[in-house]
Nanobody
Framework: QVQLVESGGGLVEAGGSLRLSCAVS?????????MGWFRQAPGKEREFVACISWGDAYRDYGDSVKGRFTISRANARNTVYLQMNSLEPEDTAVYYCAARRPPKITTAREVREYDFWGQGTQVTVSS
């Protein structure tokens, strides 16, 4: 079993930055997983934000965050990050970290493609 714990959310003004962290624990190392970030605003469906493949060869981003957000991982720390710059009020949501169970190692945009989920961290961007 894999546990994911997000942190780093908070309140920030429009134009500001935040870095979210996802700590991965369990029986295997974080570099064995393809990882993703999703978000969900009140009354809306969970939305794809970013993902990174096993081995970090590929990254993919949702259209609304491309050029502003960056996904990365630190294998030694068993942590995946989401650097968010130029934040907009429309980025306000609960952000979730997710992992795909091996041997699924590629990037994926669909919620159903992920096997493990964190509890989420709130990001609020004020105008």
């Amino acid at each position: 079993q894999v546990q994911l714990v997000e942190s780093g959310g908070g309140l920030v003004e429009a134009g500001g930055s935040l870095r979210l962290s996802c700590a991965v624990s369990g029986r295997t190392e974080v570099d064995m997983y393809a990882m993703g970030w999703f978000r969900q605003a009140p009354g809306k469906e969970r939305e794809f934000v970013a993902c990174i493949s096993w081995g970090d060869a590929y990254r993919d981003y949702g259209d609304s965050v491309k050029g502003r957000f960056t996904i990365s991982r630190a294998n030694a720390r068993n942590t995946v990050y989401l650097q968010m710059n130029s934040l907009e009020p429309e980025d306000t949501a609960v952000y979730y970290c997710a992992a795909r169970r091996p041997p699924k190692i590629t990037t994926a945009r669909e919620v159903r493609e992920y096997d493990f989920w964190g509890q989420g961290t709130q990001v609020t961007v004020s105008s």
